[in-house]
């Protein structure tokens, strides 16, 4: 009897429903338990690497009574950021398919899909990238039909990336990571497929430590977000920051998740009344929005800001209304990169004029009806009444100001990109094995036809590259790429403008160790910060 490879075995389980009939047949069939509409963009391909990405930052969810079907949260609040992040793996993707020295005579392909921010619904993507959507599908000796992806680049989140890698890690399902910073998903045992092109938050919190010695601030206040981001951040400051790493935490707070002000009163209270004039702020965007609200309300000042990666380029906080108090901010934050021709090929997106809610290509027709406000036929009802403006598809997209546009700082889509490559990288060298020469049982090789994730993993352990833009890009023995941050600075100019400036970075070398470079003559000091102790 055949042994079903662990793919097979992930959709039977999870996707199928044998019949209980006894039949004469010695084939079973199997059909999904339901057919899931996911948010997404496919492109064929000999080898299809999958996808998953912010592209709606809100959720509704539905009645759960279940005297109907259940159905998925709706999503919606369209992020424009999130959806160039899937658009920067497109691009990878097409590069490659153009490069005649990487993956030659193979074509790449992809399925992205939009996780909603939702765990519920991200899972759903990641079981149907591992396992496929087809209605019935018919398990014969040869096990044949649609091949799954070989790996996934995502998730955008820590917590997310731990639930979805801890199922995936099963399959040895290949996952690159290219936001997730958790200094827990560099356990080898607990997620064995899971890699990353972000440095871990170890490393994070080591470079905040490097800052405080370089500058001989000895006394700080830590606030962390309350989940894995936070709470691991946390224990890694609590083990490394004392006497022997040269300094202190005056407190440590946890900013509530949900909605609590008093919560977020006692905790400004706190910092108001401490001696410590440095704040590290280990958090979340919005929990960190949030608190400086009530900063500002109680009107704290004097303060020198530490900032973590996940807020230190946030637009919503440089602002007239906080700056005056977040002035001078030092932040950790992603190595920006280039990726040039990206540009043009956003220019060249196009929406699929004969879209329907089944066919998988609604993330570019919700970039068009967000981009140029309108919808595409037919509208919801009332639109038209209303004086709305029906899609043709034939809009420019040059002819909107749009941040989609931009890509003088890309700094996450960088990541998307060194992860899509790795992967490409890890295939191309699985394909030129030398039968007999193999790293596999009896020397053997892999084959593109019969490929198993857990190959794919090992190519991937062994990758290391460069990038056109002059990185170098391998993992260690726990997934973890060589770390690099840019070290971030908030000025404020005198006519009340804001900027964000680079005035260093951080990073280990594979030879030297750990190196901290800050050019102190560029740093905006507030408040004469520097004198903090």
Request: glycine share 8%.
């Amino acid at each position: 009897m055949r042994v079903f490879s662990d793919n097979t075995l992930l959709l039977t389980v999870l996707y199928c429903c044998f019949s209980s009939a006894v039949s004469s047949s010695l084939y079973s069939s199997c059909q999904l338990q339901g057919q899931v509409n996911l948010n997404g963009m496919h492109k064929t391909g000999d080898v299809i690497l999958g996808g998953l990405f912010p592209i709606n930052l809100i959720s509704a969810h539905p009645d759960l009574t279940f005297t109907s079907k259940p159905q998925l949260p709706t999503c919606y609040s369209f992020d424009i950021i999130g959806f160039r992040q899937a658009q920067s793996m497109a691009f990878a993707i097409d590069e490659i398919n153009r490069n005649s020295k990487l993956l030659p005579n193979v074509t790449l392909g992809y399925s992205l899909y939009d996780n909603c921010l939702q765990l519920g619904i991200a899972f759903h993507a990641s079981l149907s990238l591992v396992s496929g959507q087809e209605e019935q599908v018919t398990l014969d000796k040869r096990c044949v039909g649609t091949p799954t992806v070989q790996g996934i680049v995502g998730d955008s989140t820590s917590t997310r990336s731990i639930a979805i890698s801890s199922l995936l890690g099963l399959y040895r399902v290949p996952m690159v990571s290219y936001y997730a910073t958790c200094s827990c998903l560099s356990d080898r045992k607990k997620f064995p497929s899971f890699f990353r092109t972000i440095p871990s938050d170890a490393f994070q919190v080591n470079a905040m430590i490097q800052i405080l010695k370089h500058f001989g601030w000895t006394w700080a206040g830590l606030i962390i977000s309350d989940d894995d981001y936070g709470v691991h951040a946390a224990r890694s400051f609590h083990s490394d920051l004392g006497p022997a790493g040269g300094g202190c935490l005056a407190y440590t707070e946890i900013l509530p998740w949900g909605d609590d002000p008093a919560e977020v009163r006692r905790i400004v209270d706190v910092m108001r009344k401490s001696t410590a004039r440095v704040v590290i702020v280990f958090a979340h965007r919005s929990r960190t929005i949030n608190l400086m609200k009530e900063v500002v309300r109680q009107n704290v000042t004097g303060l020198q800001w530490i900032a973590s990666e996940a807020w230190t380029l946030s637009d919503a906080l440089q602002t007239p209304h906080f700056m005056p108090y977040l002035g001078g901010t030092l932040g950790i934050s992603i190595r920006r990169g280039e990726m040039p021709g990206l540009r043009d090929f956003l220019l060249k997106i196009r929406p699929d004029l004969h879209h329907n809610n089944t066919d998988g290509n609604s993330m570019v027709n919700q970039f068009w009806e967000h981009t140029f406000q309108c919808r595409f036929a037919p509208p919801p009802v009332g639109w038209v009444e209303a004086g709305g403006e029906l899609c043709t598809g034939q809009e420019v997209i040059e002819n909107v100001d749009t941040e989609f546009l931009d890509v003088s700082d890309l700094r996450p889509e960088y990541n998307v990109y060194k992860a899509v490559y790795a992967l490409a990288y890890a295939l191309d060298e699985l394909l030129q094995c030398e039968p007999g020469r193999g790293p596999f049982s009896n020397n053997t090789c892999a084959h593109l036809q019969r490929l198993e994730p857990w190959q794919l993993v090992y190519y991937l352990g062994k990758v290391n590259f460069t990038t056109t833009f002059g990185d170098q890009v391998s993992f260690d023995e726990n997934g973890d790429s060589l770390p690099i941050y840019d070290i971030i600075n908030w000025v404020w100019l005198p006519d009340g403008r804001t900027k964000v400036q680079r005035v260093g970075e951080v990073k280990r070398s594979a030879f030297k160790g750990e190196e901290l470079t800050l050019d102190e003559k560029k740093i905006f000091w507030n408040f004469e910060s520097k004198q903090v102790t």
